[in-house]
């Protein structure tokens, strides 16, 4: 009869991380509960205020961009008078 090689020489098992419920997905705008279908807002409300959001930063720095533009002009002409 052969002889069978005890379980201790088997290398063991890999542990397996234990299974994490994937949280419920959140309006980006008003922070409340939305269908997981809905990509970032849960009303037409919401998806409004996201885009006036979106709208306010680009237009905030574009602003930027040029108060930024202006002040380098201002001080290459206060080089020159020099």
Do not use: F, H, W, Y
Request: net charge positive; hydrophobic share 30%.
């Amino acid at each position: 009869m052969p002889e069978v090689p005890p379980e201790s020489n088997r290398p063991a098992p890999p542990e397996r991380s234990a299974v994490v419920a994937s949280p419920q997905p959140v309006c980006a705008a008003c922070g409340g509960p939305r269908d997981p279908r809905k990509r970032e807002a849960c009303s037409d409300k919401c998806r409004t205020e996201l885009s006036r959001r979106r709208r306010q930063d680009a237009l905030r720095a574009r602003d930027d961009e040029i108060r930024a533009l202006l002040a380098t002009a201002l001080k290459k002409l206060e080089e020159g008078a020099l």
